[in-house]
Protein backbone atom coordinates (compact mmCIF):
# COMPACT_ATOMS: atom_id res chain seq x y z
CA UNK A 1 0.00 0.00 0.00
CA UNK A 2 1.27 3.42 -0.77
CA UNK A 3 1.12 6.25 1.58
CA UNK A 4 0.30 9.73 0.71
CA UNK A 5 1.19 12.33 3.16
CA UNK A 6 -1.33 14.71 1.74
CA UNK A 7 -4.20 12.46 1.86
CA UNK A 8 -3.23 10.76 5.43
CA UNK A 9 -3.32 15.05 6.45
CA UNK A 10 -0.46 13.89 9.57
CA UNK A 11 1.04 17.31 8.79
CA UNK A 12 -2.19 19.05 8.95
CA UNK A 13 -3.19 16.96 11.90
CA UNK A 14 0.54 18.58 13.51
CA UNK A 15 -0.43 22.10 12.47
CA UNK A 16 -4.24 21.84 13.61
CA UNK A 17 -3.01 20.63 17.42
CA UNK A 18 0.05 23.13 18.12
CA UNK A 19 -3.00 25.75 16.99
CA UNK A 20 -5.56 24.31 19.05
CA UNK A 21 -2.89 24.32 21.87
CA UNK A 22 -1.38 27.69 21.38
CA UNK A 23 -5.59 28.86 21.39
CA UNK A 24 -6.14 27.38 24.35
CA UNK A 25 -3.51 29.04 26.17
CA UNK A 26 -4.34 32.22 24.79
CA UNK A 27 -7.69 31.61 25.87
CA UNK A 28 -7.04 30.30 29.56
CA UNK A 29 -4.05 33.34 29.83
CA UNK A 30 -7.21 35.80 29.05
CA UNK A 31 -9.06 34.57 31.99
CA UNK A 32 -6.78 34.55 34.62
CA UNK A 33 -4.81 37.16 34.15
CA UNK A 34 -1.78 37.86 35.69
CA UNK A 35 -1.55 35.32 38.42
CA UNK A 36 1.70 34.73 40.18
CA UNK A 37 4.32 32.04 39.29
CA UNK A 38 3.87 28.70 41.11
CA UNK A 39 4.96 25.11 40.54
CA UNK A 40 2.33 24.12 38.40
CA UNK A 41 3.83 26.43 35.42
CA UNK A 42 6.69 24.49 34.84
CA UNK A 43 5.27 21.07 35.69
CA UNK A 44 2.08 22.15 33.23
CA UNK A 45 4.71 23.16 30.39
CA UNK A 46 7.04 19.91 30.31
CA UNK A 47 4.49 17.65 30.76
CA UNK A 48 3.08 19.43 27.84
CA UNK A 49 5.78 18.88 25.82
CA UNK A 50 6.55 15.35 26.46
CA UNK A 51 2.95 14.79 25.30
CA UNK A 52 3.71 17.28 22.07
CA UNK A 53 7.05 15.08 21.41
CA UNK A 54 4.86 12.01 21.46
CA UNK A 55 2.35 13.14 19.17
CA UNK A 56 4.58 15.04 16.68
CA UNK A 57 6.58 11.90 16.94
CA UNK A 58 3.89 9.40 16.50
CA UNK A 59 2.13 11.53 13.33
CA UNK A 60 5.93 11.66 11.68
CA UNK A 61 7.38 8.25 12.51
CA UNK A 62 5.08 5.43 12.54
CA UNK A 63 4.31 5.33 8.91
CA UNK A 64 8.05 5.57 7.90
CA UNK A 65 8.77 3.30 10.68
CA UNK A 66 6.61 1.07 9.25
CA UNK A 67 7.58 0.89 5.92
CA UNK A 68 11.23 0.36 7.17
CA UNK A 69 9.79 -2.81 8.91
CA UNK A 70 8.58 -3.84 5.23
CA UNK A 71 11.57 -3.13 3.87
CA UNK A 72 10.28 -0.17 2.00
CA UNK A 73 13.56 2.52 2.46
CA UNK A 74 13.08 4.53 -0.24
CA UNK A 75 8.88 4.56 0.34
CA UNK A 76 9.83 5.50 4.25
CA UNK A 77 12.30 8.16 3.07
CA UNK A 78 10.38 9.71 0.47
CA UNK A 79 7.31 9.63 2.62
CA UNK A 80 8.69 11.21 5.84
CA UNK A 81 10.64 14.20 3.87
CA UNK A 82 7.31 14.65 2.56
CA UNK A 83 5.50 15.00 5.27
CA UNK A 84 8.28 17.58 7.11
CA UNK A 85 7.91 19.46 4.03
CA UNK A 86 4.45 19.63 3.85
CA UNK A 87 4.16 20.90 7.30
CA UNK A 88 7.60 23.35 7.09
CA UNK A 89 5.57 24.78 4.78
CA UNK A 90 2.41 25.23 6.46
CA UNK A 91 4.37 26.47 9.36
CA UNK A 92 6.20 29.08 7.25
CA UNK A 93 2.42 30.23 5.64
CA UNK A 94 0.95 30.26 9.07
CA UNK A 95 4.19 32.45 10.43
CA UNK A 96 3.81 34.34 7.03
CA UNK A 97 -0.06 35.03 7.78
CA UNK A 98 0.38 36.11 11.27
CA UNK A 99 3.24 38.53 10.78
CA UNK A 100 1.11 40.64 8.53
CA UNK A 101 -1.08 41.00 11.51
Known amino acids: MRWNP ?3 ADAAVAAVYIWGIALLFRFVRSI ?3 TPDSIVDPIGALSLLVF ?3 LMGFLFFYRP ?3 LVENKKAEAISYFLKTLGI ?3 M ?3 A ?3 LSLF
Open 32 to 34: AGN
Open 65 to 67: VML
Open 95 to 97: IMI
Open 91 to 93: ALL
Open 87 to 89: FGA
Open 52 to 54: SVA
Open 6 to 8: FIN
